[in-house]
C-alpha cells in the first residue's frame, strides 16, 4: 500500500513537471514570435495609426496597434517624424485556458502619407 501511494505521488510530479515543461516552450515560442513581428513593424520607416492582426499555423494569433505617443503636444514633430507607441500580443489556447504575452515600446519614425 506505502509502495502504491508513493508510486502515484511519483506519477503525480512527473505529469506536473511535463505540463510545467510544455508551458514554457509555449511561452518562449510566443515571445520568439512577439519579437520576430515587433522588429518587422520596426523595420518600417514609415508608421501611421492602425490595428493589425494575424494568425499563424500553429495555432498562435497575434495583434499589433500602433499609436501616435506625443508626450509635448504643443511641438511639432521635427523633420517629419513622431513617436509611436507599438504594442504587439500573441495569444493562444494551451488546452487549459488562454494565455498571452505583450510587449510595448516605443518608435521614432516618419509619418505615413495615409495615417
Not at 8 to 17: P, R, V
Not at 60 to 78: I, N
Request: net charge negative; no cysteine; aromatic share 8%.
Amino acid at each position: 500500500m506505502i509502495l502504491g501511494t508513493a508510486l502515484a505521488i511519483i506519477l503525480q510530479l512527473f505529469s506536473g513537471a511535463l505540463r510545467s515543461g510544455d508551458l514554457a516552450d509555449q511561452y518562449t515560442r510566443a515571445v520568439t514570435k512577439a519579437r520576430e513581428k515587433m522588429e518587422e513593424i520596426l523595420l518600417a520607416p514609415v508608421m501611421a495609426e492602425e490595428t493589425f492582426a494575424g494568425r499563424w499555423e500553429d495555432g498562435f494569433a497575434w495583434e499589433a496597434e500602433v499609436v501616435m505617443h506625443d508626450p509635448d503636444e504643443d511641438k511639432a514633430p521635427a523633420d517629419g517624424m513622431s513617436t509611436f507607441l507599438v504594442t504587439v500580443k500573441v495569444a493562444w489556447d494551451d488546452g487549459r485556458r488562454r494565455r498571452q504575452v505583450a510587449f510595448q515600446t516605443l518608435a521614432l519614425a516618419g509619418i505615413s502619407e495615409d495615417g
